[in-house]
C-alpha cells in the first residue's frame, strides 16, 4: 500500500466520511504507521500536491512528524530542497486563499523546519519575508543580494505579515516546549536572539494602524504572548529578550480600548501582570493606571459589576485585579486619588451581581487578591510598625469595606434555585464560603474581637429583621472565627449577647419559615464554641437543654448532635452530675425513633464523655450499663431483622432516610453496623482525656482487683461484638468497627468498660482465620493489642504473646508462597 498514493488519500477521505468507530481507529493506525516509514517523505510530497485539502493537509502534517522523528535522515542538500518545497507551497496555499487550515499546517512544518535545521535557515525571517514579497522561493544563501528586512516589510501587504506571523508564533511555541540545554538543541536560542530584531520590526509593523489590518494586528499581539511564554521559560533574566518588545507592550496597552482587538489584548496584559512582570516598566503601569481612570474602563466595570460575566467582561475583571495585585504594596500606601479609586473598584468586584459561582464568576478571583491584600498588609504592619501609622487606618478601611461585602455575597440562595446547581456548583459555593472564612481570620489578626462583635451585632440584626439568609451568612461567619479566640475571652462579651438572645428559642420554637440551613448553621455555633461554654459554665445548662430539644429535629439534627458531642467532650468535668439526666433524655429519644444512626453515634459518645469524668466507679459502671444497652437493643435488633426481615423500611428513624444508609444495604446490617459505629463512639468518649496525668504504678495495682460490675461489661461489650461479627461474617465494614472497639481500650492506662481483659482480646483474634473478612486490619489491630499490654507488664503474658504469634505464623503460612514472601517483607 505504501508505493500507492490513491489507495492512501481513499484512506484519507474515509477519515471524514460516516464510518463505525472501530473502522475509523483502523483507519488512523494504519495511516500513523505509514507516516513512520521511510517512503513517507516521498508520499508526502505527492499528497501535497493533491487538490483535495484533508489530503494536503495530511501531507503537511506527515512532514512535521517526519521532521520532529527523523530530521537527522536528510542531507543538508535533501533539507534545502525540502525548505523549497515547503515554501513553494506555503506560497501556492496563500495564493489560492483555498484552505487556512492547511496554510497553518504548512506554518507549524516550516517552523519544525527552522528548529531542526536552524543553522541552515539562521535568518529564517528575512528569507520568509523575501519570498512572500517576490511571490516565489530561493535559497536561504540568495539573501545576500536582497535589501534589508525594513526595506523589504514595507512591499509587505498585511496577508504576507499574517504568513510571516504564522510561521514566528509557530517557533515560539514550538521552541518553548523543548529543552534548549541538550545537545541536539544547542544554538536554537542564539539563533532566535539573532532574528529578534526582525521579529520586532515584523510585528511593529503589524500592530501599526497605517500598515495594518485588524486581522494581522490580532496575529501580531498574538506572537508577542508566544515571544512572552519563550523568553518566560527560557531565560527570565535576559534583557535582550524582554527590552526589545517594550513599545509592542505599550502598542497593546492601546489596542485594549478597540473593541476588535480586545480580546488578544486582554488576555496577553493578563498573562504579564500575573506571571511576566519582568517586561513591564513603570510607563506600562502608568499607562495602565491611566486606563484604568478612563471612560472606557469605567464603562466596562460597571457592566461587570451589574451582572455581565460574558468572557470578555470576566477578562476585564481579571485584568484589573492582575494590574491591582502587581502593584498592591504601593497601591495600600499611596493616598493619591487614583489609587483610592482602583482599591475602591477591586472592593467592588466583592458586590457584583447574582449568586458567587452560578452568575457570579469574578467573586472568587476578587476575593483571591483581597487575601493576599489582607496577608500583606499584615506582613507589612508588624515588619515596621513606626512608619505604618499615617496610611494603615485608610488601607485597613478597604480592607474592611471587602469584608463586609463578601460575607454579604455568601448567602444562599433559595432552596429551589440551589439545588437545580450541578453538583460541581453547589461544590464550589461552599468552597467560595470557606474562603470568605480565612479572609476572616486574616483580617482578624488586624482588627482583633472588634470583627467577632462585628458578626456578632450582624447575626442580632438579621434575627431581629427575620432576614434568614443574612441570619445564616452572618452565623456562619461568625463561627469561622472561634478559632482566632478559642483560647482568650477577649470575644466572649459579644459571644454572650448572641447565646443570651432569643435565637435559639426563635429556632426551638418551630417557626416554619426558618430554612433548615439557617437552623443548622446556627446550632453549629455551639459547637464551634465550646471553650467560650467551657469559660462560662453558668451558660452550660441552657445551651444543652435546647440542642436536648432540638436533636431530635431533622433539620438540626446533626449540627445540634455534633454539638452534645464536643460540648459534653470539652466540659466533662461540669457536668458529670448530669449523666443521668441525659441518658434519659436519650431514652426519650430512642423512644420516639427520632435519631439517625449518625446522629446517635455522635450523642452516645457525648454522654460517654459526661460518664467518663464521674467519679465514683459504681455509679459510672451503671450510667455505662444503661449507655451499653440501648446498643445491646439495637444488636439483638439487627439479629430479628436478620431472622424475619418483614421488607419494612430502616429501622433507624420514623420518617427521614438515615444518611449512613448505603444502596442495597439490608435493614439488619444496616442496624448492626450502626450498634457498632455506637459501641466505638461509646469507646472514645470512655477514654480519658489526653491532659490527664495518670499515676501509673496506683493503675497497675488497681488492675489486680477485678470489679464485678466492670467485668460484666467488658463481657457485654464482648458478646455483642461477637453475636455481630458470627451474624454478618462476610462484611468487611463490621471487621472495620470491631477493630475500632478493640482499639479504644489500647491507650488507657485505668480500668474501664473498653479496657478489655487481654486473655479475651487475644482469644478473639486467634479465633480469626484467612476467610475473615479484611483479616489483615485484624493483625494491626493485634499489634496494637501487643505494644498496649506494656501498660500491665509483659511478666505474665507470654503464653498470651506465643498464641498470638503463632496466629500471625499460621495466617502467613496458610498465603500462597508469593503473598507470603510480600506479607514479610512488610
Known sequence: MAEDPAEVERLILSLYQPNPPEVIAQTQATLSRLQGTPEAWGLARILLEKPDQQVKFFGALTIVIKLNNESSSLSPEDASELLLLLINHYLDTLRSRSSPLVARK???????FFINFHQLWSRFIRHLIFCLVSGQSCLPNALDEVPDTVSLMERMEPSQAQAALWVLTNVFDEVAKI????????????????????????????????????????????????????????????????????????????????????????????????????????????????????????????????????????????????????????????????????????????????YVIEEDRIFVPALEFW????????????????????????????????????????????????????????????????????????????????????????????????SWPQLEAAAFCLGGLADCISETNRGDDALSVVFKSSLFAILRSGQSEIPPKVQQTCVSLIARYTEYFERNVSELHPVLNFIFGVVGEHAMANAAAKSIHRLCGSCRGYLHTEANSFLNEYQSLVSGRRLDCGASEKVVGGIASVIQAMPDSNPKYSACGRLLEFVQTDVQRSLDLLRSYDGSPMPCCAVYTCSYAAPDESPALHTALKSLRCLASIGKGLQAPAELSVDLESSRASTLVVDPHLAQLQGSIMSMISQIQEAFNTSGEVVELICSVLRSGFSESEPGPFVLPPQSVAQYLTNQNL?????????????????????????????????????????????????RDLAFRT
Not at 462583635?453 to 434575627?463: E, I, M
Open 771 to 819: 476467610q475473615t473478612p479484611r483479616v489483615g486490619l485484624l493483625v494491626k489491630t493485634a499489634c496494637s493489642f501487643v505494644s498496649s499490654l506494656e501498660h500491665d507488664g509483659l511478666d505474665n503474658q507470654q503464653d498470651m504473646l506465643n498464641s498470638v504469634l503463632l496466629w500471625v505464623i499460621g495466617l502467613l503460612k496458610q498465603l500462597p508462597s508469593r503473598f
Open 106 to 112: 504548512l506554518a507549524s512544518a516550516l517552523a519544525t
Open 179 to 354: 529543552n534548549l540545554n541538550s545537545v541536539q538543541n544547542i544554538g536554537i536560542y542564539g539563533s532566535i536572539l539573532e532574528n529578534s530584531s526582525d521579529a520586532v520590526a515584523l510585528m511593529s509593523r503589524s500592530m501599526s494602524p497605517q500598515t495594518t489590518t485588524e486581522e494581522a494586528h490580532e496575529d501580531a499581539i498574538r506572537c508577542l504572548q508566544s515571544w512572552v511564554w519563550f523568553a518566560q521559560k527560557s531565560s527570565s533574566k535576559d534583557t535582550r529578550l524582554s527590552e526589545p518588545i517594550g513599545p509592542l507592550i505599550t502598542a497593546v496597552i492601546t489596542s485594549l480600548t478597540v473593541d476588535e482587538l480586545y480580546s488578544v489584548s486582554v488576555e496577553l496584559m493578563v498573562d504579564l501582570l500575573s506571571n511576566c512582570l519582568m517586561f513591564l516598566s513603570d510607563t506600562h503601569f502608568a499607562n495602565l493606571a491611566q486606563l484604568f481612570d478612563s471612560p472606557w474602563s469605567q464603562g466596562r466595570y460597571e457592566k461587570l459589576v451589574q451582572g455581565d460575566f460574558e468572557f470578555d467582561s470576566l477578562q476585564y475583571g481579571l485584568l484589573l485585579l492582575a494590574f491591582g495585585e502587581a502593584k498592591i504594596e504601593r497601591f495600600m500606601q499611596s493616598d493619591d486619588s487614583r489609587s483610592q479609586k482602583l482599591l475602591s473598584n477591586l472592593c467592588g468586584l466583592l458586590a457584583a451581581r447574582g
Open 371 to 466: 487575601l493576599t491584600y489582607a496577608e500583606t498588609l499584615t506582613d507589612l504592619t508588624y515588619s515596621d510598625e513606626e512608619s505604618t501609622g499615617t496610611w494603615v487606618p485608610r488601607a485597613r478601611s478597604h480592607l474592611l469595606q471587602a469584608v463586609s461585602n463578601a460575607w454579604q455575597k455568601i448567602t444562599y440562595p433559595p432552596a429551589e434555585e440551589f439545588h437545580s446547581w450541578d453538583s460541581n456548583e453547589r461544590i464550589s459555593f461552599h468552597e467560595a464560603r470557606k474562603d470568605v472564612v480565612d479572609l476572616l481570620q486574616s483580617v482578624f489578626t488586624l482588627v482583633g474581637p472588634q470583627l467577632v462583635s462585628t458578626f456578632a451585632d450582624l447575626v442580632l440584626k438579621a434575627l431581629s429583621d427575620s
